[in-house]
């Protein structure tokens, strides 16, 4: 008797294990997408940018050749932006849901913006059919929880969105020894 329950304990800590590998190992591809995201960012690369967005926003725009003009025109605009550091942050939360998987990652920036600086947090919601190739959607202060169901469906309510926060006047240093994550719902 004593056999047995040994097995069934040592098998339920080997399926807890590998379960916690293979997240692991999606948060680590989710996050590398999120690092490839921020360096095309960086290089104003709207072309490839676009290839990580979710499909909803590209159809929303009226397509990626649409999408990718909007994108190189809202910067243009931003022309007195300058972007000083980014940061890559955690993922906050992966799970798997409707035959997908669903996580949201945190990152930080600082930018100056006709000579004040702001520094902040944003958070991207990160979906993917396989856990290799990640589709993005940002979450912005303009977004709502039902907002963001209409734009994505098939969004679990199982996520919790975090709330964008920006301050003017503070480094990203500055605003990390006071960042405190919030959510929306």
């Not at 605009?77 to 998987?101: M, P, T, W």
């Amino acid at each position: 008797m004593k056999r047995y329950l040994f097995a069934a304990i040592f098998i339920s800590l080997a399926a807890q294990l590998h379960a916690q590998f293979d997240t692991l190992s999606i948060s680590k591809k989710a996050s590398a997408s999120e690092d490839s995201l921020i360096a095309l960012f960086k290089r104003k690369d709207w072309h490839n940018y676009a290839n990580y967005m979710h499909s909803s926003v590209i159809e929303m725009i009226g397509g990626k050749e649409k999408f990718v003009a909007t994108l190189h025109q809202t910067m243009n605009a931003l022309e007195s932006a300058k972007f000083d550091a980014f940061k890559n942050g955690r993922v906050l939360q992966i799970i798997k849901a409707n035959n997908q998987y669903q996580c949201v990652i945190e990152s930080f920036m600082q930018m100056t913006l006709n000579g004040n600086i702001i520094s902040g947090s944003s958070y991207d919601l990160a979906f993917s059919d396989d856990g290799d190739k990640w589709t993005f959607l940002r979450i912005d202060q303009s977004l709502t929880p039902e907002t963001i169901k209409l734009l994505v469906p098939e969004i679990s309510g199982d996520l919790k969105l975090p709330k964008s926060q920006f301050q003017q006047g503070k480094t990203l240093e500055e605003f990390m020894k006071t960042y405190q994550l919030e959510y929306l719902n």
